[in-house]
């Protein structure tokens, strides 16, 4: 019999989080099942960890991108990698809409044994990402956003927060290098994205793939409270790579040098600071789920 390990994050949702082991379990009947329920920051990294060297089946993440990124952390670079399911329960799921995962449990649960892709998996100063890596003042926001501000407000609260730090419009210096191509800028916001879903929005990075193997940058130019006004409004139409503030490149490898008190927000969370040095592991994890 094939064995599964269900990584359960029970705050997510609004605190529902454990009222779908049993469905998950109906649609894992022929496996024997462990489910291993998170408490503490890093919980949901050690459990992948062990699932690797019980080599078992399948690991299910059942959470927001915060309980992906963990587990993820867990699973790369190790010598063997389950698949990966995702049951979304966050707030935002870039993850899952990337992969067009129902947003729902049932569609969700429903994935878990169909189609299947193999994803990018970013590395950054020696741990791992699935979605975005933001820097600047706006991420810096955002990442402040509360567990209860989520719980009450969900993606409103990182709206208010986001709205809020774009127009005090403070910048900073990058320094970048993109697979040896160097540049500077003086700018509000810098974006490395692996999949099409940046704060569950796909017209951002509109022209990422979750398998295509390449970091997708983004630097959001200084400019005046109109300029950015004037970004809100070619993110809802979706040219807003094509805009003159917006500096869009690609590349495998990437170092951005900037203050070294920003903080990075990685994945919907505040971790690492500058210098940040990134790479890619190209079609690294077999997730459940469809390209776009």
Avoid at 147 to 153: D, F, G, I, P, Y
Avoid at 154 to 180: C, M, N, P, R, V
């Amino acid at each position: 019999m094939e064995k599964a390990m269900i990584i359960i994050n029970p705050t997510s949702g609004k605190e529902q989080g454990t009222s779908c082991i049993e469905q998950l379990k109906k649609q894992l009947a022929h496996y024997e099942v462990t489910v291993c329920e998170t408490q503490k920051e890093g919980d949901a990294t050690d459990f992948a960890k062990e699932a690797c060297k019980q080599q078992l089946d399948l690991v299910v993440l059942v959470g927001g991108d915060g309980t992906v990124h963990e587990g993820i952390n867990g699973l790369a670079e190790q010598t063997y990698r389950p698949k990966v399911g995702v049951v979304p329960l966050g707030t935002v799921n870039d993850f899952a809409r990337a992969l067009s995962i129902p947003l729902d449990v049932e569609g969700a649960i429903a994935c878990i044994g169909g189609p299947s892709v193999e994803v990018d998996i970013g590395k950054l100063n020696g741990r791992y990402f699935t979605n975005v890596v933001a820097i600047g003042s706006l991420p810096d926001s955002v990442g402040n956003v509360s567990s209860e501000q989520k719980s009450m407000l969900g993606s409103l609260a990182y709206a208010w927060e986001g709205t809020k730090a774009a127009f005090q419009h403070e910048t900073y210096s990058f320094d970048i290098d993109a697979d040896g191509q160097q540049f500077s800028e003086e700018s509000l916001l810098v974006l490395v994205a692996l999949t099409n879903s940046v704060g569950g929005m796909s017209t951002i990075a509109d022209q990422a793939a979750v398998d295509d193997g390449y970091l997708h940058g983004f630097v959001v130019k200084s400019g005046s409270v109109l300029t950015i006004a004037k970004l809100m409004t070619k993110i809802a139409a979706g040219t807003f790579r094509d805009d003159k503030d917006v500096h869009a490149f690609r590349a495998h490898q990437m170092t951005i040098n900037g203050p070294s008190d920003i903080q990075l927000n990685v994945d919907g969370d505040m971790m690492e600071h500058l210098p940040a040095h990134f790479s890619i592991l190209p079609k690294h994890i077999t997730v459940y789920g469809k390209r776009q």
